[in-house]
Nanobody, 124 residues
């Protein structure tokens, strides 16, 4: 069975930093792209960034470029979302997702087959 589990969410002040972690199991981590999505109240789920674990190349939404960084540890089936210069607009439930794609952007939720249950990030 496939499982993705996020952790590291919490409440931070504007300008602060937070690091989210996602642990994957039950699938080939190195053969999938790993993405982070977020969903704020009243808004659609949107892609934050995607990491292609083979080449280690990441692509980000314009709203987070320069502030968020995705990294990974293939040996441990881990992917991270390092968030800096957080803004109230970043407040959302953050989800880890896995899929197979080749486009240079996070895409849409339907592009990903596996999802975690999310971790809440609140910036005030």
């Amino acid at each position: 069975h496939v499982q993705l589990v996020e952790s590291g969410g919490g409440s931070v002040q504007a300008g602060g930093s937070l690091r989210l972690s996602c642990t994957g199991s039950g699938f080939s981590f190195s053969r999938h792209c790993m993405a982070w999505f977020r969903e704020a109240p009243g808004k659609e789920r949107e892609g934050v960034g995607v990491l292609f674990t083979g080449p280690g190349t990441a692509y980000y939404a314009d709203s987070v470029k320069g502030r968020f960084t995705i990294s990974h540890d293939n040996a441990e089936n881990m992917v991270y979302l390092q968030m800096s210069s957080l803004e109230p607009e970043d407040t959302a439930m953050y989800y880890c997702a896995a899929g197979i794609r080749y486009d240079r952007d996070p895409g849409q939720p339907a592009d990903y087959a596996y999802w975690g249950r999310g971790t809440q990030v609140t910036v005030s």
